[in-house]
Nanobody, 123 residues
Framework: QVQLVESGGGLVQAGGSLRLSCVAF????????MGWFRQAPGKEREFVVF????????YYADSVKGRFTISRDNAKNTVYLQMNSLKVEDTAVYYC????????????????WGQGTQVTVSS
C-alpha cells in the first residue's frame, strides 16, 4: 500500500510563490515517476507536471512552463513543486500521484493519489 500526503498549499497574492511537497509512504519510491495534477472549482482535473523516477525527465503543461519547477528527493521519498509567478488562474486543489504506466498526462496512468492541497491565488 502506498500513501501520498501533500502539504504546502495556502493563500498567496498574484506574483507570489509557494512550494508544495508530497511525501510517499511505501517502498520503492524511486522506481516510479510522479505527477502533479490540479482541479479548479467547476473544472476538469488537469495535468501539471511529471517527473521520472530518477528525476532525469520532466514534462510540464504549457500553462505552467517557466513558472513551476518539479524536483524530487528519493532519499526522503518526497517530490516538490516550486510554483513562482503565481496567477489567479493557478487557484486549484493540487494533487500528487504515482505514475505506473501509459501516457503521462492522463490521470488514468496514475494509481495512487494524495488527498490534495488547496492553493488560492488572490489578485
Amino acid at each position: 500500500q502506498v500513501q501520498l500526503v501533500e502539504s504546502g498549499g495556502g493563500l498567496v497574492q498574484a506574483g507570489g510563490s509557494l512550494r508544495l511537497s508530497c511525501v510517499a509512504f511505501g517502498r520503492t519510491f524511486s522506481s516510479y515517476g510522479m505527477g502533479w495534477f490540479r482541479q479548479a472549482p467547476g473544472k476538469e482535473r488537469e495535468f501539471v507536471v511529471f517527473i521520472s523516477g530518477s528525476g532525469g525527465r520532466t514534462y510540464y503543461a504549457d500553462s505552467v512552463k517557466g513558472r513551476f519547477t518539479i524536483s524530487r528527493d528519493n532519499a526522503k521519498n518526497t517530490v516538490y513543486l516550486q510554483m513562482n509567478s503565481l496567477k489567479v488562474e493557478d487557484t486549484a486543489v493540487y494533487y500528487c500521484a504515482r505514475y505506473y504506466g501509459g501516457t503521462y498526462y492522463y490521470g488514468s496512468s496514475y494509481d495512487y493519489w494524495g488527498q490534495g492541497t488547496q492553493v488560492t491565488v488572490s489578485s
